[in-house]
C-alpha cells in the first residue's frame, strides 16, 4: 500500500513524489497518458493511467486512508471545474483520503489593488480560470464535510523556477507593460513551493487556508526585465496600456488587470516555512546554476559538490 497518492504528476507532483521517495514514503500517481509514465517510474513512484477529462476514463482511486496531493488543474474553459467533479465522484463511504493539499491560486481574490491580501480576504474571482478554482475549493469544502476528511488549501501566487521562466517568451520578443504602470504581484520559487507542500501535509489543519508567496512584491514587468538581464536575452519592449490592449494576447492582457498584495505571514509562522528563495533575484541565481548543473550532467560533466 502506498502512503501517498498525487493527483496531477506535474512538474510540482514530481518533485514532491520525489522528495517523498527520498524519505523512504510510497508513491502513487496519476497520469494523463501512457506515454507520461516512463520517467515518474524511473524514480519509483506507482503510475495510474487516469483522464479526467472525462467521468469514464477516470478508474476506480485507492483513496482510503492516504494522505493526497491534488495539483491537477482544472480543464481550460468554463467557470466550473468538471475535472475535480469527476475526482469527486470517485469518494464514497469506504474510499476517501485521511488528508488532503489542494493547489489553488490566489486569482481567486481577483483585483485588490493596494490592499493586502489575507486569507480573510473575501473571495472576489474575476477571470473564468479564477472561477473554476473557486469551484474546486468549493466541490472539496463540501466533500471533506460529507466525508470527514481533513483538507487544506494553498493559494498559490505565480510559479517560477527551473523549466518554468519566459525564456522562449523573451527570445521571441514578449512586450511588457510600462514598468511604473504594471499592476502588483507576487510569486513563489518551486523549489519552495515543494517544502511548502509537505509542510501543509504535515502541520496543516483541517480548514486552513495558507496564501503561498514569497513576500516579495513587485510586478510582471520587472520580472521578465530580471530574468532577461539574469540569463542575457534582449529586454522586452515597453508598451503603453493602450498599445498593450491591442497587440497582447487577450489572455495576457487579462493577468495584467488584477493587481494582489499577498501576505504570507500564516505560511511562514504556522507551517514554519523558512524560504530557500525569499526574493526574485536569489530564485532567479538558484534557477540559473539548476539549470547549469543540469546542462553539465546532460554533456557528461560531473559537477562538484
Known amino acids: 500500500m502506498s502512503d501517498y497518492l498525487i493527483i496531477g504528476c506535474g ?23 501512457e506515454e507520461g509514465t516512463k520517467v515518474p517510474q524511473s524514480i519509483g513512484i506507482n503510475t495510474i493511467i487516469a483522464n479526467f477529462d472525462y467521468q469514464e476514463d477516470v478508474p476506480e482511486l485507492p483513496l482510503r486512508g492516504k494522505r493526497l496531493f491534488y495539483f491537477m488543474p482544472p480543464q481550460g474553459g468554463g467557470s466550473s471545474d468538471y475535472r475535480m467533479l469527476n475526482f469527486c465522484r470517485k469518494l464514497s463511504p469506504d474510499n476517501y483520503p485521511a488528508k488532503m493539499v489542494y493547489i489553488s491560486t490566489s486569482g481567486v481574490y481577483g483585483d485588490c489593488g493596494d490592499t493586502l491580501v489575507t486569507e480573510e480576504t473575501p473571495l472576489n474571482p474575476m477571470t473564468s480560470r479564477a472561477k473554476r478554482r473557486v469551484s474546486a475549493e468549493n466541490q472539496l469544502r463540501e466533500q471533506a464535510d460529507k466525508f470527514g476528511f481533513e483538507l487544506i488549501i494553498l493559494r498559490v501566487t505565480g510559479i517560477y523556477g527551473p523549466g518554468r521562466l519566459p525564456i522562449a517568451q523573451l527570445q521571441k520578443g514578449h512586450e511588457v507593460l510600462i514598468a511604473e504602470d504594471a499592476p502588483r504581484t507576487n510569486r513563489i520559487h518551486s523549489l519552495d513551493l515543494v517544502q511548502i507542500c509537505l509542510a501543509a501535509m504535515k502541520k496543516g489543519e483541517n480548514g486552513d487556508i495558507f496564501n503561498v508567496c514569497d513576500g516579495e512584491e513587485s510586478s510582471m514587468s520587472q520580472y521578465f526585465m530580471a530574468v532577461a538581464e539574469r540569463f542575457d536575452l534582449p529586454q522586452p519592449r515597453q508598451l503603453s496600456w493602450a498599445e498593450a490592449e491591442k497587440v497582447m494576447n487577450p489572455l495576457t492582457f487579462s493577468f495584467l488587470k488584477e493587481s494582489r498584495r499577498m501576505s504570507n505571514q500564516k505560511m511562514v509562522e504556522k507551517l514554519g516555512i523558512k524560504l530557500k528563495c525569499p526574493t526574485l533575484q536569489e530564485g532567479l541565481r538558484a534557477s540559473q546554476a539548476i539549470s547549469d548543473l543540469q546542462i553539465g550532467e546532460d554533456n557528461g560533466v560531473k559537477k562538484e559538490n
Do not use: W
Request: glycine share 4%; hydrophobic share 50%.
Open 11 to 33: 512538474d510540482i507532483g514530481f518533485r514532491v513524489a520525489r522528495e517523498l521517495i527520498l524519505l523512504n514514503h510510497q508513491v502513487e500517481a496519476t497520469i494523463h497518458y
